[in-house]
């Protein structure tokens, strides 16, 4: 690789580090990612009513399964959501424009975008697995029952995870999309056949399966492999590969796309 | 007519399907396409949506929660209907495949069951319900130890069957997250089948992978059951 190559690549990191700073800001300045965050929030505090049903151990899984699924959700929603806000904001307000003006190549733009993205998530996945984690801590306490904290760890990996690939997947349909409206739509469909993938798989036999809609189906990716608390030992490398897999795979198509996009 | 095709725009779907395809490789859990067909019945209760929203493990409890409302008005067509559909939702799940083993195999017989019945309908209802317990159980490849003892546990109580329960002791006692009994069992039950020198064979193999320092292991009475086999059966 020469000098001059080395000093492009470092350029266009730099340029995707500023994007994602500033996707980051607006991020959070997103009234949406705080209702949905604070949404979650009172799920997770919600699930202590089921102190009141006297499971036993059992509680402990309940309480994950509900404070998961809250974060689980919320993530979803603001990856799929929040990917298309943070992309026609800043097409629709200009600032899109006023940036690749610059010499700042639209790969590095676009990453920058999903790179801020995938930051954001991972604040709000972040924060709300301590959250449950410290909720559920005293909780075990009190049940006499060991506290599964790493699993808990992985568990907020694997939402951040499939979160990251329903952003990178409606990264991908912003390129192509006109307005929000339709993106978000598209991201949200995504992950529903994601998550069923599983049911397509239980009628092989089925007509409609079979030839394109069933290759479509296979290529599809698995969203439920990233159910937490689902955790097979030794798969850890192979889901992570998977999971940042799609993401690249969507970046990269997505990139593709934006290169030959009338702005 | 000239049909012409923009080869750099079908670029950004080719790197997506070439890319998918590979990923396809990458080994992932396995399949529990199956157990989807379960939830049938309960279709309208909000568990397909709730699962294709990525809400599978809240929605099986939920209807875990249901089935236990439906267990209290001892309304089994409800119990047994929410219970399984919890289990295919979360089939990697134990205790719901284990509970609801249990609820078929031992509530649901008594339930249905008339009073002045014959001892033989009683017994054979019994048993009926025990064997689709313990399909419920073997259903999923892959048992868990906690599993195999519920299997060993219902053959041999439910069935009366103590070789089978046994070998499915014997199984669990294999794994390495088995409880110590699952051993025990495995050796008394085999000796009672008429298999004390298979069983004697397998405890003398077993036994170093007791930890002395446990009092749950009981290695101490386990060597003292393996000097009375040798007693008892000679070399």
């Given amino acids: 690789m020469s000098r001059q190559d080395n000093l492009s690549l470092a350029s266009a990191l730099r340029a995707i580090g500023l994007v994602a700073r500033m996707t980051l800001s607006q991020a959070v300045r997103w009234r949406l990612a705080w209702f949905t965050g604070a949404a979650a929030l009172l799920l997770i505090g919600g699930a202590c009513w089921l102190r009141d049903l006297h499971f036993g151990g059992a509680e402990l899984r309940f309480l994950l399964d509900l404070g998961f699924g809250a974060i689980g959700i919320g993530a979803l929603l603001v990856a799929v959501l929040g990917t298309a806000h943070l992309f026609f904001g800043d097409l629709d307000g200009r600032m899109a424009a006023f940036v690749l003006a610059r010499p700042v190549p639209r790969t590095s733009w676009l990453l920058g975008k999903l790179a801020g993205a995938l930051g954001a998530l991972a604040f709000l996945c972040g924060s709300l697995t301590v959250l449950t984690g410290a909720l559920t801590a005293g909780r075990a306490e009190a049940l006499g029952v060991a506290w599964p904290g790493l699993e808990i760890v992985r568990s907020g990996g694997l939402l951040w995870l499939k979160a990251a690939i329903a952003s990178a997947a409606t990264l991908f349909v912003c390129t192509y999309a006109r307005t929000p409206l339709l993106a978000g739509g598209a991201g949200l469909l995504f992950v529903v056949i994601g998550h069923l993938r599983p049911v397509a798989s239980a009628w092989p036999s089925e007509a409609s399966l079979r030839g394109v809609v069933g290759a479509v189906v296979r290529l599809w990716p698995d969203l439920t492999r990233f159910d937490p608390l689902d955790w097979m030992p030794g798969t850890g490398a192979a889901l992570a590969g998977y999971g940042l897999g799609y993401v690249a795979l969507f970046a990269g198509a997505a990139a593709l796309a934006f290169s030959r996009r009338d702005l | ?235």
Avoid at chain 2, 97 to 121: K, M, S, Y
Avoid at chain 2, 136 to 158: F, M
Avoid at chain 2, 161 to 185: I, K, T, V
């Fill in chain 2, 1 to 235: 007519m000239r049909l012409s095709v923009n080869l750099p725009g079908l670029a950004p779907w080719a790197v997506l399907v070439l890319g998918a395809a590979l990923l396809q490789s990458v080994p992932g859990p396995p399949e529990r396409a199956g157990e989807w067909r379960l939830l049938g019945p309960v279709a309208g209760t909000g568990a397909l949506p709730a699962a294709a929203g990525g809400w599978r493990a809240p929605a099986a409890d939920v209807l875990w929660l249901r089935a236990n409302l439906a267990w209290e008005r001892r309304d089994a067509v409800a119990t047994e209907t929410l219970a399984r559909a919890a289990v295919a939702l979360e089939p990697e799940v134990d205790y719901f495949r284990i509970n609801t083993a249990r609820i078929i195999a031992f509530d649901l017989p008594e339930w249905g069951l008339d009073p002045t019945a014959p001892a033989e309908v009683a017994r054979r209802r019994r048993a009926q319900h025990v064997r689709r317990a313990l399909e419920l159980l073997a259903s999923r490849p892959g048992d868990s130890a906690a599993v195999l003892v519920e299997r060993a546990r219902l053959t041999h109580q439910g069935l009366g069957d103590s070789e089978a329960a046994g070998e499915l002791f014997r199984a669990a006692a294999e794994r390495p997250d088995a409880p110590y009994f699952a051993g025990r069992l495995s050796v008394e039950l085999l000796i009672r089948a008429g298999r004390a020198r298979e069983a004697r064979e397998w405890l003398r193999a077993w036994l170093p992978r007791l930890p002395a320092g446990d009092p749950e292991a009981q290695r101490a009475r386990m060597e003292a059951r393996l000097r009375e086999l040798d007693r008892l059966i000679g070399p």
